[in-house]
Nanobody
Framework: AQLVESGGGLVQAGGSLRLSCAAS????????MGWFRQAPEKERTFVAS????????IYADSVKGRFTISRDNAKNTIYLQMNDLKPEDTAVYYC?????????????????WGQGTQVTVSS
């Protein structure tokens, strides 16, 4: 599977962005998906995950109430709506595909990764 993220950019604190992740070579409808992020000189960390059906979602505590993960299996795409962005949200954001039905917050549980999209939040 190939995953391609888009929608990143530069935004002021308090602003919003919507990231997209489109898949090819494998339908997303059979897989749980996740978003992770990596700030400079830091480890890749979990942001959000969504089950195959979309009925179950989990979030990192740092983004709860501000970010929303969703999916459109017909379009083979998942999304991350990010509201009330903060400078500490600045990172490269990656989508990932897990060959399982259930959510998970561990990077090692995901088999396919996109190249990432940069999100920069200015104060």
């Amino acid at each position: 599977a190939q995953l391609v993220e888009s929608g990143g950019g530069l935004v002021q604190a308090g602003g919003s962005l919507r990231l997209s992740c489109a898949a090819s070579g494998r339908t997303l409808g059979s897989s749980a998906m996740g978003w992770f992020r990596q700030a400079p000189e830091k480890e890749r960390t979990f942001v959000a995950s969504i089950s195959r059906s979309g009925s179950i979602t989990i979030y990192a505590d740092s983004v709860k109430g501000r970010f929303t993960i969703s999916r459109d299996n017909a379009k083979n795409t998942i999304y991350l709506q990010m509201n009330d962005l903060k400078p500490e949200d600045t990172a490269v954001y990656y989508c990932a595909l897990r060959r399982a039905l259930t959510v998970n917050d561990q990077p090692r549980e995901y088999e396919y990764w996109g190249q990432g999209t940069q999100v920069t939040v200015s104060s």
